[in-house]
């Protein structure tokens, strides 16, 4: 089935070129230029991937993406002029999954969607170390022996897992587990990932899948990985 990549951008020609690109690869696209009419076109029909400009009309990007992570983990990737460090991280926090900075080639806009989509679409193996996960069932086993977890605490390692090598802050596992935006303290995901480790620990004592980057959050490692 064809994937559908929504443009969002309010500059017409740099909408029309990339949705040339993406078309020449083999995507269908959307296009959208005032950030009012994001959230009922996503809703309404829900597409593969949005390209989503930080500076719009009627609406900014970052508002935007905080709202679609309300109900939808559908990939975005947030194209921007404003290089400032803040933007970045205040954007990843609200869930983007990248970050593309003009003037860009189109070339490598439609490159980062492809490896967006494809991580987005992967479904883990079994880890050579051992380690299974099965997201229908929230169950996740080492070599066999059941680790027993809660819910969250399954998503929290089935998302770090997705992502190995990645680090997350508290905030943006929070909002990547508690979709419904509850509200919950930055020491929530540290008692979580405590519990999550002691369950580990308990039938993979030689192994430390989860790791602590000490004023920046948490990441995991495959076993072996240095």
């Not at 269908?28 to 950030?35: K, L, P, Q, R, Y």
């Not at 605490?153 to 979709?179: A, C, V, W």
């Not at 369950?199 to 076993?223: D, F, M, Q, R």
Request: charged letters at 30%; aromatic letters at 8%.
């Amino acid at each position: 089935m064809t994937q559908t990549i929504m443009i969002v951008e309010d500059e017409e020609k740099l909408a029309s070129l990339l949705a040339d690109y993406l078309r020449q690869s083999g995507f269908e696209t959307v296009w959208i230029g005032n950030g009012t009419d994001v959230v009922p076109r996503v809703k309404e029909r829900q597409p593969d991937l949005i390209l989503l400009d930080l500076m719009l009309p009627g609406r900014d990007g970052l508002e935007i993406c905080k709202e679609i992570r309300t109900f939808s983990q559908l990939p975005i990737i947030m194209i921007t002029a404003r290089v400032e460090e803040i933007d970045r991280l205040l954007g990843l926090e609200l869930g983007a999954d990248d970050y593309i900075c003009k003037p860009f080639s189109p070339r490598e806009v439609v490159a980062r969607v492809k490896t967006v989509l494809r991580r987005s679409g992967e479904h883990p193996a079994p880890a050579a170390g051992g380690l299974t996960l099965d997201p229908e069932r929230y169950s996740a086993q080492w070599k066999g022996h059941d680790l027993d977890l809660t819910v969250v605490e399954f998503k929290l390692l089935h998302f770090l897992y997705q992502n190995p090598g990645r680090i997350y802050s508290r905030t943006q596992l929070m909002d990547r587990i508690y979709s419904d935006q509850r509200i919950v303290s930055d020491r929530t995901i540290d008692s979580h990932i405590k519990k999550l480790r002691k369950k580990i620990a308990a039938v993979a004592p030689e192994e430390e899948l989860i790791h602590s980057i000490y004023g920046a959050g948490y990441k995991y490692e495959p076993p072996g990985a240095s």
